[in-house]
T-cell receptor, first 112, second 116 residues
Framework: DSGVTQTPKHLITATGQRVTLRCSPR?????VYWYQQSLDQGLQFLIQ???????AKGNILERFSAQQFPDLHSELNLSSLELGDSALYFC???????????FGPGTRLLVL | AQTVTQSQPEMSVQEAETVTLSCTYD???????LFWYKQPPSRQMILVIR??????QNATENRFSVNFQKAAKSFSLKISDSQLGDAAMYFC?????????????FGKGTKLSVKP
């Protein structure tokens, strides 16, 4: 158990819908990272927050957004969902801005 | 841009034997970190081992060790005394201070099977 929690574990929704994925980092970690794992794209970095501020952006679609709250938990919002958004979404946390990342169990999203 | 290549999509090892998984990377940075993560069927991403580029000594964690060749940009993982629980996808990952901005760049993974 890495200490990073993610909810929900599974999510099934329809195209065009909007969902919110939640992540709680390990105690004391200030950084939260979001990754997407799909069969065709592999593991891809989406976005990083550090102590409430956006720090780095990767291949995140405009339909996706994230934020980190004062209690350091983070949410990833996915809107106007498409079939291709079906994937495993991981949250990872790290102590500082640049540090080893520990992954949560992931949220498996299925868009029908 | 940094890239990570794992040239072995699948590997197989007999229980109690030793196996080595390969990873090469490309970067122009001089200071960075390299990682091996394990993803068992549960899909959890588990940190196996970490190597700092500035350290010449190869990292070791129990049965897991790396062979880090900085000049060759090679970072292989050796698993000794393989156990059934080692069966998983193994991902090599790069992390640097520069262009990657602290996020991990992953290889496509190697699926390891362990035969009893």
């Amino acid at each position: 158990d890495s200490g990073v929690t993610q909810t929900p574990k599974h999510l099934i929704t329809a195209t065009g819908q909007r969902v919110t994925l939640r992540c709680s980092p390990r105690s004391g970690d200030l950084s939260v990272y979001w990754y997407q794992q799909s069969l065709d794209q592999g593991l891809q970095f989406l976005i990083q927050y550090y102590n409430g501020e956006e720090r780095a952006k990767g291949n995140i679609l405009e339909r996706f957004s994230a934020q980190q709250f004062p209690d350091l938990h983070s949410e990833l919002n996915l809107s106007s969902l498409e079939l291709g958004d079906s994937a495993l979404y991981f949250c990872a946390s790290g102590e500082g801005d640049l540090s080893t990342q520990y992954f949560g169990p992931g949220t498996r999203l299925l868009v029908l | 841009a940094q890239t990570v290549t794992q040239s072995q999509p699948e590997m197989s090892v007999q229980e109690a034997e030793t196996v080595t998984l390969s990873c090469t990377y490309d970067t122009s940075e001089s200071d960075y970190y390299l990682f091996w993560y394990k993803q068992p069927p549960s899909r959890q991403m588990i940190l196996v081992i970490r190597q700092e580029a500035y350290k010449q000594q190869n990292a070791t964690e129990n049965r897991f060790s790396v062979n880090f060749q900085k000049a060759a940009k090679s970072f292989s993982l050796k698993i000794s005394d393989s156990q059934l629980g080692d069966a998983a996808m193994y991902f090599c990952a790069y992390w640097g201070y520069g262009g990657s901005q602290g996020n991990l760049i992953f290889g496509k993974g190697t699926k390891l099977s362990v035969k009893p």
